[in-house]
């Protein structure tokens, strides 16, 4: 009866450490799967919009994905189409103007707006109203939570942001500034052309304080300028 309770006990020993052995394979593997807070990197998103070409002949000309590099609370967008013919860019240093930059060709823009305005071609709807709730998922390893914005009673859509990508006020200078994280999978209108971004991609990788700086040779313009070039683009 002894050896047998003493083997019944061996048993449950050996099942209770396979069974923490598990549970540690599974937890370490989910922890190894997770980035954590981030201050430096890069997210590359995938670009889908929300217009045909039918329907706006442009889109077969702009860009599939678009890059967002960040450091120490500095932010830069960038977004190439027509086969680097021409390039776009958003900077984002701190809580500072908003920068547009816009290559076309050889030709170089920039544009500097205030941070109320926002980033050029990102309006902020006035009827936009965001709700939070508790749901959650992971995106490329970032834990993200949920909400949902409504623009009016016509246009709604979700929202996933993370706060593991440490960047103060992260969505300054955008419709989406009352989100209090990065988004990673949300919805954007540039220039008039709604799109859905999601992120696809986190490349851990040093970011050179250079890239945030303004390159040479752009010519800064006025908002009428820049609604003349980019109204422009595609006729």
């Known amino acids: 009866m002894d050896n047998k309770r003493n083997n019944t006990r061996r048993h449950c020993k050996h099942l209770c450490a396979m069974a923490l052995l598990c549970f540690a394979i599974l937890f370490g593997c ?12 890069s997210v590359k998103f995938k670009i889908t919009y929300l217009q045909t070409e039918k329907e706006n002949p442009i889109i077969g000309l702009l860009p599939s994905t678009i890059v967002m590099h960040f450091k120490n609370d500095k932010v830069i967008l960038e977004m190439e189409g027509w086969l680097g013919i021409f390039r776009s860019a958003f900077i984002k240093d701190g809580d500072k103007k908003a920068y547009t930059l816009l290559k076309i060709l050889n030709k170089k823009y920039l544009y500097v707006s205030t941070s109320e305005e926002g980033y050029y071609g990102m309006s902020r709807p006035d009827n936009l109203q965001i709700n939070f709730d508790n749901t959650e998922k992971d995106m490329i390893g970032f834990h993200c939570n949920h909400a949902s914005v409504s623009i009016g009673d016509s246009t709604s859509f979700d929202v996933f942001y993370t706060t593991d990508i440490k960047i103060s006020n992260a969505t300054a200078n955008t419709p989406l500034d009352k989100i209090p994280g990065m988004p990673m999978d949300f919805r954007l209108s540039m220039n008039g052309i709604p799109m859905h971004l999601e992120a696809i991609e986190f490349i851990n990788e040093k970011i050179s304080n250079k890239t945030f700086e303004i390159p040479e040779g752009y010519e800064r313009v006025e908002r009428s300028q820049m609604d003349e070039i980019f109204n422009g683009i595609g006729k």
């Open 30 to 41: 989910a922890e190894k799967g997770r980035h954590g807070s981030i201050s430096e990197g």
